[in-house]
């Protein structure tokens, strides 16, 4: 299984960027589509991005199409999330998993400790 911390995020305003990183451990993690999910408060956890294990391919949930890229670094076990003109509605804890490429769901039960986006008006 995948060891995962995610980082990057902050307090930032709407229109402003974000760079959400997650690093993983084990020598497996080339081998795994990945994919960004987040969770609001009072509301349930939902999938952002996904990116093949290869990065040739990428899918995106519709509120973020357009303004958020994922990407991948195989050699530095690392995934992204590019997050550009950000809104108060991104707002959310974001946590990474490797996941099934064709419906985005995870493989594992088990997610690290997330990272908090905050975007203010």
């Known amino acids: 299984q995948v060891q995962l911390v995610e980082s990057g995020g902050g307090l930032v305003q709407a229109g402003d960027s974000l760079r959400l990183s997650c690093a993983a451990s084990?020598?497996?993690?080339?081998?795994?589509?990945m994919g960004w999910f987040r969770q609001a408060p009072g509301k349930e956890r939902e999938f952002v991005a996904a990116?093949?294990?290869?990065?040739?391919?990428?899918y995106y949930a519709n509120s973020v199409k357009g303004r958020f890229t994922i990407s991948r670094d195989n050699a530095k076990n690392t995934v992204y999330l590019q997050m550009n003109s950000l809104k108060p509605e991104d707002t959310a804890v974001y946590y990474c998993?490797?996941?099934?490429?064709?419906?985005?769901?995870?493989?594992?039960?088990?997610w690290g400790q997330g990272t908090q986006v905050t975007v203010s008006s």
């Open positions: 998993a490797p996941i099934q490429f064709y419906d985005h769901t995870p493989l594992f039960d088990s």
């Open positions: 084990g020598r497996t993690f080339s081998s795994y589509a």
């Open positions: 990116i093949s294990w290869s990065g040739g391919n990428t």
